[in-house]
């Protein structure tokens, strides 16, 4: 089957570090979303990209989060500087293009806890 | 702003028991409704997805159904197994959010041997 990839799975290091989650979309997905859980907020969406521009990135905090997609294989998030709240589970997922009712596939997230 | 409850919270039956979760949704101009599974440290696995056009969806013992009038989705699980112990939630994309999903916060299910 087809799998979403996401790295690392688990993350711990020290506030003000910076921090690089990768992820791995299905081969064939044009829309590759960027998901974070926390307890107390559930699931949000940060930001999505489609054909590897983004689309819509309002979920996330500009100042210190950014996204991108290299190429249609690797999509990244990165924290700089990163802070204590900003611990909680990132998920990647990939999908088919706008009109689609094709289901979102999600990686099985990074864990990230930002000391 | 599209808000998504689901009802209950957490939910613990005895195997073989028939059950159902509950998913509302405030704004009806939905493109779809999709329920997934979350396992402990995994991500979401889709279950099904309902188009707005759509009733209900059947997968093996799972049937998901629509009412986009009064912004109610269920999940029927029949004959529960321990294996379906997991979190469920729905998931919202409206027809003006492009591919924007609006989760609910989940249902903590427990199926007892």
């Known amino acids: 089957d087809a799998r979403v990839t996401q790295t690392p799975r688990h993350k711990v290091t020290e506030m003000g570090q910076e921090v690089t989650m990768r992820c791995q979309p299905i081969?064939?997905?044009?829309?590759v979303f960027w998901y974070r859980q926390t307890m107390m907020q559930g699931l949000e969406l940060l930001a999505y990209?489609?054909?590897?521009?983004?689309?819509?990135d309002s979920g996330m905090p500009k100042d210190r989060f950014s996204a991108e997609m290299p190429d249609a294989t690797l999509a990244t998030l990165k924290i700089q500087p990163s802070e204590p709240r900003d611990s909680a589970v990132y998920f990647c997922?990939?999908?088919?293009?706008?009109?689609?009712?094709?289901?979102?596939?999600f990686g099985d997230g990074t864990r990230l806890s930002i000391l | 702003k599209q808000e998504v409850t689901q009802i209950p919270a957490a939910l613990s039956v005895p195997e073989g028991e028939n059950l159902v979760l509950n998913c509302s949704f405030t704004?009806?101009?939905?493109?779809?409704l999709q329920w997934f599974r979350q396992d402990p440290g995994k991500g979401l696995t889709s279950l099904l997805l309902i188009q707005s056009s759509q009733r209900e969806q059947t997968s093996g013992r799972l049937n998901a159904s629509l009412d986009k009038s009064s912004g109610r989705s269920t999940l029927y699980i029949a004959a529960s197994q321990p294996g379906d112990s997991a979190t469920y939630l729905c998931?919202?994309?409206?027809?003006?959010?492009?591919?924007?999903?609006?989760f609910g916060e989940g249902t903590q299910l427990t199926v007892n041997p």
């Open positions: 998931a919202v994309r409206l027809e003006t959010s492009g591919s924007r999903l609006t």
């Open positions: 081969l064939g997905h044009n829309t």
């Open positions: 997922a990939s999908g088919l293009g706008t009109r689609s009712n094709q289901p979102q596939h």
């Open positions: 990209f489609r054909n590897r521009a983004p689309l819509d």
């Open positions: 704004d009806s101009a939905i493109y779809n």
